[in-house]
Each structure stands twice: as structure tokens, then as C-alpha cells.
């Protein structure tokens, strides 16, 4: 029924017009249906780059429908919590094709729009089934109340959230966070700890000049205020099933997060292994979470924490004084040094440019590839779902 | 009718008689006998049949598509018609939304920045010069350094005491830098709140103690710097 070839085609058109296709279609949405504007956040410019990646995702797979549909089932899962509902589809899918026609003028024809048609029926089909299913297992998004705001240094705050229902997730995950403050902007967080008994959450979040979210979490919210999750997400950092190698954990700032999650999973293992967790910061004073870690690897032998500082203090001085036992370098350079990688399965979580530079090490060294996890906090390593939103905020 | 056509696979659509199936049709001969039709009769029957069936459904397609063209051409005139121009306006307006976001973004973080240095800064001073005064105080007295502010047992009262005086040093230093660094904390925080950021409807905050701070901090005419330190942790403090 649908050309695929010339449905691709068709799109590679549209999209060598760049930011004007998605600029299009939303105007010719809010035009159309104007109650749709309020799903969207006052700049688009990030949902611009989204739908069009998505759409590109689409595209290119709409001849193989056994990768297609679970990505479409995901997306229509994850959409509820932007609160899409069945009725928007039709829209969406006018202003979609009116976009087109826009771009590709005399070349848009009866039989062009009527594939177009049938391929944005079937994702739409695909996308609203799926959520429709998952309000039988799962609310639209859990709101959290925060029960700890803890600033540890003038950028860095350490959230304890407390889920109104029951959230199940997997150490290593992400979910998406939304404060009332900063309405419709979602960005993803991960739960610092292993699902608790009460089931409380802690997160890390710095503070990113000019970044609306993590500065709104940083500085506004307080204790008592309600908070916005989606549903965890993500398995680049989870441990594989039949993992049995010890772990070699490295963080670069907050990127402790999920690998402090990591560490607790062990906790509540019947089996122990060796854990290394190496931290890094620049100063002694963004070693913000290193008390916990502390007592945590004098409750359990099998873990040693290792903080790493970019510089060394300046002789004489009170960091000097206070630091004790610490490395010195880049984190990744210190905690890939000398072998240690061998028998390990490797978590690396910080900056791209950390992870990337960890990644390299260990790609001249000859680790395997499947023994190495990680997840920058730009993207690096591809987006969850290769098209939603990322990790912590932009720099 | 023969088993040939009851015998087609049904689809999902319903079930048409094409004309070849018409054509191919058959008939048992009427037992001997028994009185039966021309057999010639009902065959040419038939084949009219087919083609006027075969007609059909060359009209039936061609409607089909008429049909789509028509609807493609209809959704064209009135996607010509009215979205465009409405979409262009929206288009715009977003962009200049965007660029006025984009620019109050700027604006917080370059202010964020400088008080993230701003804080450094004073943090570091401020332990730094609790720590030499410390030092100094402990250099005073003959007695082997204690590490750090570690409160490690201390033998006799003398050391104790040093020790004490060590660590009030330090925390009476820190206690009014640290209200410094909150009023300037919140003082940012407040200016950062009234940036041009379109706001939506959120939860609000009463901007009260901030205000009081801020008032040293916004007065146009005082020359912005870092505030200054404490005269009070200007002075050694007093070890009693």
C-alpha cells in the first residue's frame, strides 16, 4: 500500500528546509486548533528539533514495522504525560500534511498525500493504542511531593521527592521532571538511590547557567512543593541480568546520580562483588555527596570510593589541609589507569566530554564494548529513545 | 452456482463477482430427460454479463480517483486559503518569543556565572583566612598541629582549649560569611525573578526577606561589587 521509497524521498525534500518544516507545521496546528498550544512550552525550539527527529525516525522505518511500532508505542506511552490525548491526532495529522504540501508545492500529489495518509494513520493508530493501553498499568505521570531540599554548594542541590503512588524503577534509570515552576519543560533525572521501602527519591541536580529547570529546582523549589515525573526510562546505565563482574563506577559530577544507585543495588544483593566508585570534581568543596559515600564504604567492604580532583589545592591552604586520601587528574584518566578496567563491567556518567574522553581510553585499551556503560549528560551515546528529551539541562 | 466460487477464500472486504469469475462459471448439465435452458443462451448471457461487469469496474475506479483528486484538491484551496497566512503570523510571533527568551536566558546566566565566581570567591577567602588565623594562633602557643579541624582526644585541657579555639575560629568566620552569601544568594535570586521571562502561571513566592537584602544590592547608585567582608571576621578572634 504505501511506497515507502517515495514516502522517503518525499521527506528528504521537506527536511532540507530545516527549522522552517517544524515551524510550519506548529503554526498550522495552533492555527487550526488553538487548545493545542497549551501542550507545548512557550519556546519550541527544542520541540521543533524533536519532531523532526522523530519524524525523520519514522520515516526511515516505515517499511520495518517490527522496530517502528515499539518506538511508536513508547512515544504514545510517553506523550500522555504531555497530556496528548486521542482527539489531537486528527489535527496533528492535517497540519502535518498541509506542511508538506506547503514544501513540496506541484510535486505534492493525490497519490503522494494518500501515502502520507495512510503511514500518518498507522503511527497514530500505533501511538494512540499504545497509550491507551498504558492507563490500565500506569498514570499519565506521578506527581512528587519534595520532602528534603538540601543545598550542598552554591550550585548543586540534593532532592528527597516523595511519589504519591507507588513508582517501580530500575537503578541506573532516568525519568523526565517537570516543576510547576517552569511549566511544560521536562528534563531527565536520575533516582540517586535503589528503590526504597517508603519509596522516596533522591536527586542530584547542578545548576546550569540560564538554565530554566535546574535552576528553578536549585533555587525556588522548596520543601512542600509538588513536582511532575514521567515514567523512568532508559537502560544505558541499568545492569544486565547475567551481570557477575565486579564494577568499576565513574562519576563526573553529578553524574553520580545513577551509579550512587548502582552501589545500593549491590546493598541488596545476596551476592557481593567488589565495587569501585570513582568521583570526580574540580574542587574539594563539589565533592558534594562524599559523606554519604563515605559511610557507605566503611558499612560495606566490598566498595571503596576514591574522590579525584582535577587540581591539586594550593599548597598551605585549608582544601590542602582537608582533603584526605585523593587522586588527582581527570576522573576517567585516573580511574581507567593501570589496568583497572580488566575483569569489570565499566559505568562511566559525567559531561560528554568526560564520558567521551573514557570512552576512547578504553577503546585503545581494548576493552570489550559490551562491558562498557555510559551516558553523557548531552546525549552522548544517543538520547533514550533516540528523540526525546536529554539528561539534565543543555549547557 | 458451481463450487468454484463458494469455494474463493473470503476476504475482509465484501466479496465482488469479478467478470472473470462470471465468464468461468459453469453449469451441470440438466439430468437426461429433464427439461433444461439452452445452454448457448445462458452462455452468451454470461459473457454479457462479465463485460458489463468489466465496465463497472473500470467507472468504479475512476470515480475512485476522481474522488481523491477532488479531496486533494479541496484540502489544497483550503489549505491555501486559510491556514497559510494564519500560520505565518503564528510563525513569526514564535520567533520573536523565542528571541526574546533566548536573550533573557543570556541575560540569567551571565548573572548566574558571575555569582557562582562572586561565591567562590568569598567561600574561599573566607575559610582560607579562618585557616592562616588559626594557624597563626596555634603557632603562638608551643604544641604539636592538630590535623585539620579533626577533634581528635586531647590529652591535657591546654590542648583542648587550643583545639576549641581552632575550630571557633574557623565556624565564627564561616557562620557570618555564610549570611553574606545568602543575602547576595538571594539578592540574585529575586533579580534573576524579574527578568522578561514570560512567566506562566506557577505557584508564587512571597518575596519577603529577599527584599530587605536587596535593597543594599539594587540601589542603583552604589558601585556593584562583592560585598564586603564582615568587619567583625576582619579581626583575629578572640581564642576566649
Redesign the interface.
Known sequence: MVDASRLQRSWAAVAAYGDQVP??F???L???SPETRELFP????AQRDRLVTALGYTVSRVDDLDSLVPYLQQLGRDHRRFGALAQHYGPVGEAL??TL??FLGQD???EL??DWTDAYGLVAQVMIAAADDATRWMPAHWTAEVVGHERRT??IAVLTLQPDERYDYVPGQSMAVET?????LWRYYSPANAPRDDGSIELHVR?V??G?VS?ALV??VQKG?LVNLGSPVGYRLTRPLDGELDLLLVAGGTGLAPLKALVEQVVTEPETRRVDLYVGAGTV?ELYDLEALTALAEEHTWLTVTPVLREEPAEG???A??VGPVELGPVEAVALANDRWRGHDVYLCGSDEMVHSGLERLRLVGCPPERVHYEGFQGLGGDVYGVLELRGEKQ | MSSEIAGDTPRKLPRHLSPSQVRDTTFERAPFGRRGLDETEVQSYMDRLAEELALRDIEIQRLTNENRQLKHALREWHRQLVGHDAAELIAKAQLQVEAQIAQAEAYAREREEEAARRYEAIIAEARQMAYDQAQRLLVDTPAPLPAAASVAPAADPAAQQRQQAYAGAILQALDSLAAQVEASRQALTYELDQLPMPTEPGPQRDPEPPLLALAEVRRPKKPKKPPKADPATDEAPNPD
Open positions: 515551524l510550519r506548529y503554526s498550522r495552533f492555527a487550526a512557550l519556546s519550541m525550539a500534511l498541509a504540501a506547503d505534492w500529489t493525490a498525500a494518500q552554591f550550585d510547576a515552576f517552569r511549566p511544560r545548576r547557567p540560564g530554566p535552576s533555587d525556588q512543593d568543596r591552604s585549608l582544601e589541609e582537608e
